[in-house]
């Protein structure tokens, strides 16, 4: 599509992004006496409606909704952001699998707010339509429908079922015309794969498991990152010095919690540049990304309020913000 | 033959305006939407964006003195219509043709300069100033390009 049809969408996100939190905002929330005062910030800050009150898990769907709300109404071409909803719609198919494998019925576990929502996605795997999903999605919900009927391994089932969203986030992004959705793509598989290798070294998985779970991607070797993994943790952080992912080896050395806000400010990096971008969808999928950042962000404060965590340890896993 | 050479003349008043005029509707339009988009948002800023909106409406009008001009020049506006030559039909038709050219990327390029000046008005309405110059620029080129039309019509002897 031609970049000057998102002339007006982006204007609309450009006076948008005055309205997102400030690194100074979430100063502010963390240095809160409680959950309850930070909640009467951001409500003053216009977060949630009449509806949503004060109630914290009301309020953060409202802004997730709002966010969708505003991207259907100004983006001309939806399918570009489809890529964005993969986890959603790949976390449905992984709860409806585990649902009708175990059946057993549980409430607030699916995404409606993605392409293929939870009681349809239900309805697909009771039913075993499965060539009613797209691409490759199909083969991949088999698979892991049978192996967990056959093994009951609800983590291999997990496994087959994250791994087909990896690969397919990276289809798309290879796919894409633009260019801020191949570094999404690349970055988010990337991210997830340094994820699981360290994860993998902490709970001393084998190099198949490894390779079983990771996708391939352009900044990151499957085969190397997985052999520095059996290896442990400085030889991660040695094959990561030598990529792309750097700053990740050093967080790693930090802390788990550290390493974590390292994989989401490394996406914030990635799609800054659109801030400076006057036309194209980059700036549509950035201010997306970017309220999913701030509203994790704001999840963990407020988790952290309400756990009465010190605020040193919420300090530390808070987000870099977009603007 | 004398005739053609009016047909030149007319086909140079008639690039200025509507190469000139069609840079202009662009530029207008792409700026247009971009202050509609801000508006939707925030309808505080409506004299802001107006006024950046209206930046490259300015091709349009040099396009239209410098066919006002030539009309002039041979006489079409008077009542009695100058006999042209083919060879001074020709020079006229050359020298409308800097602000017909010029004014239709440079109309264009400055609506896409006033959407981006937009943004920074969405952000930041305090700089609205230094935003504007950016598409101000543009108007530069636009403006020799009109002098030299000018001229160039002013000079030639009918």
Redesign the interface.
């Known amino acids: 599509m031609n970049d ?1 049809e998102y ?12 309205s997102l939190l400030t690194d100074s905002f979430v100063d502010q929330l963390v240095n809160c006496q409680s959950g309850q005062q930070c909640l009467e910030l951001l409500s003053e800050r216009g977060w949630g409606d009449a509806d949503t009150g004060l109630d914290a898990a009301a309020m953060l769907k409202r802004e997730e909704e709002k966010t969708w709300e505003v991207i259907r109404e ?1 983006a001309p071409d939806l399918t570009v952001f489809e890529v964005l909803s993969y986890t959603k719609v790949y976390h449905n198919l992984k709860a409806a699998i585990k649902e009708v494998c175990t059946e057993v019925r549980n409430e607030h576990i699916f995404y409606d707010d993605c392409s293929i929502p939870g009681t349809e996605m239900l309805s697909i795997v009771e039913n075993k339509e499965f060539g009613r999903l797209p691409g490759k999605m199909a083969a991949a919900a088999q698979d892991a429908y049978d192996t967990l009927l056959h093994t009951r391994d609800g983590q291999l089932c997990d496994v087959i079922i994250d791994k087909a969203a990896l690969e397919a986030i990276y289809e798309a992004g290879q796919n894409a015309e633009d260019e801020i959705i191949r570094n999404y793509a690349e970055s988010t598989v990337a991210i997830a794969d340094i994820k699981i290798a360290v994860r993998s070294w902490k709970t001393g998985k084998s190099l198949e498991f490894m390779k079983r779970a990771m996708a391939e991607c352009e900044g990151i070797s499957v085969d190397q990152l997985s052999k520095a993994a059996l290896a442990g943790m400085d030889a991660i952080c040695e094959y990561l010095a030598g990529t792309d992912y750097a700053g990740g080896a050093q967080a790693l050395s930090e802390s788990p919690s550290a390493f974590e806000r390292w994989c989401d400010n490394r996406m914030i990096e990635t799609i800054k540049p659109q801030k400076y971008n ?2 194209s969808v980059g700036p549509l999928v950035a201010y997306q990304i970017a309220r999913e950042n701030e509203i994790k962000t704001v999840r963990i404060i407020l988790t952290g309020k309400q756990n009465d965590f010190p605020e040193e340890a919420i300090r530390e896993r808070v987000r870099e913000m977009y603007v | 033959m004398s005739q053609l050479g009016i047909v030149y003349a007319l086909l140079g008043a008639a690039t200025a305006v509507f190469l000139s005029g069609a840079g202009s509707a662009l530029g207008v339009g792409i700026a247009g939407q971009a202050a509609s988009g801000v508006m939707s948002e925030d309808p505080s800023k409506f004299a802001k964006v107006l006024i950046m909106q209206l930046l490259p409406g300015t091709q349009g009008l040099y396009g239209l003195i410098i066919g006002f001009v030539t009309l002039s020049k041979i006489g079409l506006l008077g009542g009695g219509v100058a006999d042209v030559s083919v060879q001074t039909g020709l020079l006229i038709l050359a020298a409308c043709l800097p602000i017909g050219i010029v004014g239709l990327i440079s109309g264009k390029s400055q609506g896409k300069t006033a959407a981006a000046a937009i943004g920074i008005i969405a952000k930041k309405p305090d700089q609205f100033g230094k935003a504007m110059l950016f598409p101000a620029m543009v108007e530069t080129y636009a403006i020799l390009a009109l002098l030299i039309s000018f001229l160039a019509v002013s000079a030639i002897q009918i």
Do not use: G, H, Q, S
Not at chain 1, 7 to 18: P, Q
């Open positions: 000057l002339t007006y969408a982006v204007a609309r996100i450009r006076a948008l992004e005055a100004a006057a036309f």
